[in-house]
């Protein structure tokens, strides 16, 4: 089994920025692609963006392409979102994922493991 958890979630005004942390722990080597999603109240959990564990290959959602950077740190397992121009549609519960599968994939099924959420709230 892998345990993912997320930290960095808050309250930021529009315009501002946030970073997300996700430490995988467990069965890491199963890894292959580690990506963020997000949920607003009652809208579906929606991709964000993904890396590719080998070579760093990302891909992002249309909505947050030019604000939202991922990134990985090998040596601790871990992924961040560095959230950038935050706008208040980018409100939500923003889960961690982490999936057997070396391609990146938007889509939500395709993930194995997640993480507990973590809030982020963007006020106008």
């Known amino acids: 089994q892998v345990q993912l958890v997320e930290s960095g979630g808050g309250l930021v005004q529009a315009g501002g920025s946030l970073r997300l942390s996700c430490a995988a722990s467990?069965?890491?080597?199963?890894?292959?692609?580690m990506g963020w999603f997000r949920q607003a109240p009652g809208k579906e959990r929606e991709f964000v963006g993904g890396?590719?564990?080998?070579?760093?290959?990302?891909l992002y959602a249309d909505s947050v392409k030019g604000r939202f950077t991922i990134s990985r740190e090998n040596a601790k397992i871990a992924i961040y979102l560095q959230m950038n121009s935050l706008k208040p549609e980018d409100t939500g519960v923003y889960y961690c994922?982490?999936?057997?599968?070396?391609?990146?994939?938007?889509?939500?099924?395709?993930?194995?493991?997640w993480g507990q959420g973590t809030q982020v709230t963007v006020s106008s």
């Open positions: 890396i590719a564990w080998a070579g760093g290959r990302t």
């Open positions: 467990g069965r890491t080597f199963s890894i292959y692609t």
């Open positions: 994922a982490a999936t057997r599968t070396t391609a990146v994939l938007p889509r939500s099924g395709e993930y194995d493991y």
